[in-house]
């Protein structure tokens, strides 16, 4: 029995792939894709800076390759992402005299490049990610390059260039902290100008990097049904459980560097989990499965940040050295008991 094959009648069971795995330099953990996901996102490759990193010098080897897998093994292929602040090239914000692009520039150079990338893999990268992170926890818009220049309006173009780009090609708005009131009630009125505007949206993608103790369930439940009530489909993407202590707990530090909790447990498992955090671990997944579930007329599909715990950004992050065990597959790329419960919890 197979995660995919639990799932099926409920969701898509997605996972995301770096250049190692794509490049054929990681056959094992390629197998595991094989064996238990039935959908694919480019966990970098295909973001503007690796896809663009000049103007006009676009990069398509490894995502060529990437969508080759996919089809290969007759996978839904899902496009991350077309309009991020964060690993955009910096030529993009910058004009030929070296000063900040004109909104006119910035929005000619969105379009190139949302046509040149979607239109490359029309009919065959099912959905996009068309713009990622836009809102901050309390709603407002963050103060990116694109909203600097362009206002909130570069969403609204974004999305239309991918639409022109593939009129069939799904569209998604993700974002991370999701269960945040604040970014929840911002997000659900941000789709709903775009809908006003006759923009097509067709899902949200709820970032999934949670971790034994965050979010509060109850509050990722609400924003399930605020988002689902707009009338598009809810995607749980880049799901990944952290073992070790937030970074961000602000009771246990002002900042990263004086917190000591956090600096003391960079790598706290040198030997594996120990039996208590693992329970916690499976329990905290199952809680969380149980209500996609819960939503499975809602959630269309349900993608892991990777797929065995050596391949995760968790573990450089924030803090080179780090060492966690997010993911559903150990470093062995064996399959976690948390594997068999949530085959087991989908069979019930
Ligand atoms: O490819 C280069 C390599 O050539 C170089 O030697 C190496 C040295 O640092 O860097 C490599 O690039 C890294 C890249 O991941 C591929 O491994 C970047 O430095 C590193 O910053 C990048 O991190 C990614 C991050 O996005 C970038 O912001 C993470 O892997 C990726 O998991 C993370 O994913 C994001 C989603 O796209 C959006 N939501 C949040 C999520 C987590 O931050």
Do not use: C
Request: proline share 4%; net charge negative; no cysteine.
């Amino acid at each position: 029995s197979t995660l995919k094959d639990a799932f099926q009648k409920k969701f898509l069971i997605g996972t995301a792939l770096n250049a190692p795995q794509i490049m054929g330099r990681d056959s094992a953990t390629m197998q595991v894709v094989k064996t238990h996901f039935n959908s694919i996102v480019a966990e970098n490759i295909m973001k503007s800076g690796m896809l663009q990193p000049r103007e006009g010098d676009f990069r398509f080897d490894l995502a060529d390759q990437f969508v080759e897998f996919g089809e290969e093994n007759n996978m839904r292929i899902h496009g991350h992402t077309l309009v991020w602040h964060s690993q955009a090239p910096r030529w993009f914000f910058t004009d030929e005299e070296g000063n900040e692009v004109s909104p006119e520039l910035l929005t000619e150079r969105m379009r190139k490049h949302i046509y040149t990338v979607v239109e490359r893999y029309k009919g065959r990268v099912h959905s996009w990610d068309v713009v990622n992170e836009a809102i901050l926890d309390d709603g407002n818009y963050r103060n990116s390059k694109f909203y600097q220049i362009l206002g909130k309006d570069f969403i609204k173009l974004a999305f239309q260039f991918a639409h022109e780009a593939d009129p069939d090609a799904e569209l998604y708005y993700n974002d991370f902290s999701m269960s945040q009131p604040g970014k929840r009630e911002g997000v659900v009125k941000m789709v709903k100008e775009l809908q006003e505007q006759g923009i097509q949206i067709d899902g949200i993608g709820m970032q999934g990097h949670i971790s034994l103790e965050h979010p509060e369930i109850e509050e990722f439940e609400k924003s399930i049904q605020a988002f689902s009530e707009l009338g598009v489909q809810v995607m749980v993407t880049e799901l990944d459980l952290s073992v070790l202590p937030s970074p961000w707990n602000r009771d246990a530090g002002a900042n990263i560097s004086d917190n000591v909790d956090y600096q003391n447990k960079m790598n706290p498992y040198p030997d594996g989990l120990p039996d208590s955090v693992e329970e916690a671990f499976d329990d905290r997944y199952l809680e969380f499965f149980k209500l996609f579930i819960k939503y499975e007329d809602e959630i269309s599909r349900v993608t892991l940040w990777g797929v065995n715990d050596s391949n995760s950004w968790k573990n450089g992050w924030p803090i080179r050295g780090r060492t966690d065990y997010p993911l559903l597959f150990d470093r062995e790329n064996k399959a976690k008991p948390i594997v068999e419960k949530l085959i087991r919890v989908a069979n019930q």
